[in-house]
């Protein structure tokens, strides 16, 4: 399978615990994009990232969450010291070219942050 | 500040009806229109999309209308099925990059 892999599917943490969540993008795909879903409010933008940049981060909480996209690896969003707002699904896109083209993202199936 | 208003979030339609979406924007900077489809425990799928130079696009069942003027676009299911249950969310960008936002989705229930 070529797709956007995310894991873990599911998370439970304990408020004040540290969640990561790893994507790995479409083969050939540079282009990574983090999506956070509540329910009734649809899917907020929190990053944009190419390999060891991010270009864009306006929609990430100042304190708390942040993200990377390593040369190597996976591209890993991480929220420290977990609050039970934080529960949600995570969603990780990428995306063949960061400008132009034909737009799509390419979603992941999601990871599921649940905190106790 | 939305940059993008859906409408409605809820919609039920019989089978073979036609379900429709709409969507509307503010900021004429944006160039590429996309329809995604979720369904429950999914990720987001691209389904349909559209650019400002036309003002409708037809893909099977699916169709994108858009009204440059009027800073709208909607999506028009024809013959709906059962399985287009799902949540379909409109969404907007610009050409600089792909940053893509999303409207607040609608949950589209189509009942035999």
């Known amino acids: 399978n070529a797709g956007v892999m995310q894991n873990p599917r599911h998370l439970v943490r304990r408020r004040g615990q540290e969640a990561r969540l790893r994507c790995s993008p479409m083969k050939g795909h540079s282009h990574v994009y983090w999506y956070r879903q509540l329910p009734e409010e649809g899917l907020k933008f929190m990053v944009y990232l190419q390999k060891e940049n991010i270009i864009d981060e306006s929609g990430m909480p100042k304190e708390r969450f942040s993200a990377e996209f390593p040369k190597e690896g996976p591209s890993i969003l991480r929220i420290q010291q977990v609050v039970r707002g934080d529960s949600a699904a995570y969603f990780c896109a990428s995306s063949l070219s960061g400008t132009g083209g034909t737009g799509e993202l390419f979603f992941g199936e999601g990871s599921r942050l649940t905190v106790l | 500040q939305q940059q993008v208003k859906q409408s409605p979030q809820s919609l039920i339609v019989q089978k073979g009806g036609i379900s429709i979406i709409n969507c509307a924007y503010e900021?004429?900077?944006?160039?590429?229109f996309p329809w995604y489809q979720q369904f429950p425990g999914k990720g987001p799928a691209l389904l349909i999309a559209?650019?400002?130079?036309?003002s409708e696009k037809k893909e099977g069942r699916f169709t994108i209308s858009f009204n440059k003027s009027a800073k709208q676009f909607s999506l028009h299911i024809m013959d709906s099925q059962p399985g287009d249950s799902a949540t379909y969310f409109c969404?907007?960008?610009?050409?600089?990059?792909?940053?893509?936002?999303f409207g607040i989705g609608t949950k589209l229930q189509v009942i035999p």
């Open positions: 969404a907007v960008s610009s050409g600089g990059y792909q940053k893509v936002t």
């Open positions: 559209i650019r400002p130079d036309v």
């Open positions: 900021n004429t900077a944006f160039d590429y």
